[in-house]
Each structure stands twice: as structure tokens, then as C-alpha cells.
């Protein structure tokens, strides 16, 4: 944990009022830290980044939705640290949450979205939308029997399409679907 807090810092002083920081996924990993805390140590320090937006990966649903679902309600409601830009937004645009799982509730009272908004000082509004990988989660990860992922282009197209009719002009994708697949 010694580089965490100091990339912590790094990241707090080169944030201006203009930028927007992101986290593009693979929050919970199979490190020493996930092994014994799991999820609740890396939700205590990904709030610290206080990131705008955070997708969620492939790993984040290594040990099944509830315990995806408990990471996002302890990162939105950490209150030991207190970000400028408010809560993370935490994103799953192409996510299909079963209809047992826990992720659908939290999807439901908008602690889980598939975009958010956000309106940065001399640049305007700012669409990010939140897209993982589809196979390589259905096939190597734990997803709850029932929850889905759809396809990742067209998925992106339709929250596109969404955000251009509400007049936003300026969208990030914030996929975690890799370097190839992005070029596409």
C-alpha cells in the first residue's frame, strides 16, 4: 500500500477544475490486501482517488454481484473521505443485472448507471459512458446466474445516440474491454 497513498497525492495535485479523472476497471484484484479485506479495503481507497467515474471490469465480478454490490455501496457512501465532485459514479452501461441480483437494486436508486454527466468549468458538459467486456467476464469471471452483459459496440451506440439527443456534444467511453477492442 506505500505507492497508493503517494499516487493519491499525485493525482490531487495535478487535478485541476477543468479535468475529469477516471477509473477504467479491475478495482478489486487478487491482491493481499482483496484476499484478506475483500472488497471493503479497496473501496476505502478507491474513494480516495476521488474519481468522477469508475467502470466497473471483468474482476469485479470474480466473487459473484453481491460482492460487486457491496463495493459500490461502500465506495458511494465512504464518508471518510469527502470528494469536491461528490460520490463516484459508478458505471455499467452494457451490465444486465439478474433478477435476484443485488446489483439490479442499486441500478434501480441510481448507485449504479450506464452514464453519467458532468459539468467541468470551461468545458461544458461531458457524457462518460461506462462499458465492460462481455465475453471475457461471462466466461472468466462469476457473474450471478442471470446477469448479462450486452454487446459492447452497440451498447455504446445506444447511450451515444441517448447523450447526443440531451445535446451533450462531447462523450468519453470509459470501457474496460482493451487496447484492440477500443480501436475498433
Do not use: W
Not at 5 to 32: C, E, M, S, W, Y
Not at 39 to 51: E, F, I, S
Not at 129 to 135: A, C, D, E, H, M
Amino acid at each position: 500500500m506505500g505507492g497508493f497513498p503517494r499516487f493519491t497525492t499525485l493525482l490531487n495535485i495535478l487535478k485541476t477544475n477543468n479535468t475529469i479523472k477516471v477509473h477504467a476497471g479491475d478495482a478489486l484484484l487478487g491482491t493481499q490486501l482483496y484476499s484478506v479485506f475483500r472488497y471493503q479495503a479497496d473501496a476505502v481507497m478507491t474513494a480516495m482517488l476521488c474519481p468522477d467515474a469508475l467502470e466497473v471490469g471483468n474482476h469485479e465480478f470474480d466473487d459473484g454481484d453481491a460482492n460487486l454490490a457491496n463495493f459500490i455501496q461502500d465506495l458511494r457512501s465512504n464518508t471518510s473521505v469527502v470528494c469536491s465532485n461528490g460520490p463516484v459514479a459508478v458505471l455499467g452501461a452494457n451490465v444486465v443485472p439478474g433478477e435476484t441480483s443485488p446489483l439490479r437494486k442499486l441500478q434501480e436508486s441510481g448507485d449504479f448507471v450506464p452514464y453519467v454527466i458532468k459539468d467541468i468549468p470551461d468545458v461544458g458538459q461531458i457524457g462518460i459512458i461506462g462499458i465492460n467486456v462481455r465475453n471475457k467476464t461471462l466466461l472468466s469471471s462469476s457473474p450471478d446466474v442471470g446477469t448479462d452483459l450486452l454487446d459492447e459496440i452497440s451498447t455504446a451506440q445506444q447511450y451515444v445516440s441517448n447523450l447526443t439527443a440531451q445535446g451533450i456534444n462531447k462523450i468519453v467511453l470509459l470501457t474496460h474491454v482493451g487496447l484492440d477492442f477500443d480501436k475498433k
